[in-house]
């Protein structure tokens, strides 16, 4: 059976594949006049690569977590990593980054914005100095996703619940973390009430229609994992039993989707499907078995034990996606392949 070290060479050969690749590109600009129609890199000049600017961002985060890795310190590809790296995440670029969204204040909302605090979180917390270093610099992105965040919610209406990037939750989870990481306060407040107005009052998700031909998110899911972050551990022990009432093992939600045409760039998200409800698979199950032991409840114990036995159905088809020659997977599953990986098994 592979083991998580097994990924570290293949996935950081995709990553820094993917960042120093400039075409195909999909710039999903506003274009206001004939002046912003110019090249991705004189707007992006560090993200405009692996075929969209969220990707590029989120390959980027791959990467330095890649270098984290006991198997990375005598890896022929380290010196090449940390060197893109460098080069890419220069102070001058984050700048010019940063800028671009205050000026924009709704391009990449949330989706983009989180891995940006993904980013910025995991090079601050790196063991690796030059990846320390790298974070000083993009600090000055992340605390304009912090300020970008505070300004957006408290004027959102209602949350979007769709399985691909608008999805708020997935985004808000990880901004969050973000945001304890970097002691803002100011936004860890907003977003907890957010949640709490957004969420508090769901029950029983339907997770048997839930999926639909292009998604990369279960959005019962992702409101669960930002739940978790959020209640207290009685809220949550009533939450859960309640909003997830409906998931079973044998529930569609938890199943795998054939990808019928690999070719085909939305219907590919499906891998990523897989792999994202594998990891929140991974992280709520053990809150349901603590509720169940508190509680003495066997059916929910039981119910933890079975999502577990599908998270291996759930994860094979994207990691074999993940180093495909096919791109319109490569250019970005690696990084939902990665984080699922990483709590299955160990890392060394």
């Known amino acids: 059976m592979p083991q998580i070290d097994d990924y570290v060479h293949p996935f950081a050969e995709v990553a820094l594949s993917n960042i120093t690749r400039e075409y195909p590109f999909a710039s999903h600009h506003l274009a206001r006049s004939l002046a912003d129609i110019v090249p991705a890199v004189e707007k992006h000049p560090a993200f405009a690569n692996s075929y969209d600017w969220h990707s590029s961002v989120h390959m980027h985060y791959l990467l330095a977590s890649l270098l984290e890795t006991e198997v990375a310190q005598g890896a022929g590809w380290r010196e090449r990593a940390i060197e893109v790296l460098s080069s890419h995440l220069s102070e001058e670029n984050m700048f010019a980054e940063a800028a671009f969204l205050r000026e924009n204040p709704s391009w990449e909302r949330p989706y983009g914005w989180a891995w940006t605090v993904e980013l910025n979180r995991v090079l601050n917390a790196s063991k690796v100095g030059e990846l320390r270093a790298l974070g000083a610099n993009t600090q000055v992105l992340a605390d304009t996703v912090f300020d970008l965040t505070s300004t957006w919610l408290p004027k959102v209406a209602a949350p979007v619940r769709h399985g691909v990037h608008s999805n708020t939750a997935f985004g808000l989870?990880?901004?969050?973390?973000?945001?304890?990481?970097?002691?803002?306060?100011?936004?860890?407040?907003?977003?907890?009430?957010?949640?709490?107005?957004?969420?508090?009052?769901?029950?029983?998700?339907?997770?048997?229609?839930?999926?639909?031909?292009?998604?990369?998110?279960?959005?019962?899911?992702?409101?669960?994992?930002?739940?978790?972050?959020?209640?207290?551990?009685?809220?949550?022990?009533?939450?859960?039993?309640?909003?997830?009432?409906?998931?079973?093992?044998?529930?569609?939600?938890?199943?795998?989707?054939?990808?019928?045409?690999?070719?085909?760039?939305?219907?590919?998200?499906?891998?990523?499907?897989?792999?994202?409800?594998a990891a929140s698979v991974m992280r709520l199950a053990p809150k349901f078995e603590a509720i169940a032991e508190k509680s003495g409840d066997e059916d929910l114990h039981a119910q933890a034990k079975g999502m577990l036995t599908r998270v291996d159905s759930l994860m094979a088809p994207g990691l074999e996606a993940a180093i495909s020659d096919e791109y319109v997977s490569s250019h970005w599953i690696a990084t939902f392949a990665w984080e699922a990986l990483r709590l299955n098994m160990p890392v060394s």
């Open 173 to 277: 989870r990880r901004i969050l973390i973000g945001a304890r990481a970097a002691d803002r306060h100011d936004v860890i407040d907003v977003i907890a009430g957010a949640a709490r107005r957004f969420f508090a009052e769901d029950a029983a998700w339907n997770f048997t229609q839930e999926q639909s031909g292009h998604d990369f998110l279960s959005p019962g899911l992702c409101e669960a994992d930002l739940m978790a972050e959020i209640l207290t551990e009685d809220e949550l022990a009533s939450w859960l039993s309640s909003c997830l009432s409906e998931l079973s093992p044998e529930s569609p939600a938890l199943t795998p989707v054939k990808v019928l045409d690999p070719t085909d760039g939305q219907q590919s998200h499906l891998y990523g499907l897989g792999l994202s409800v």
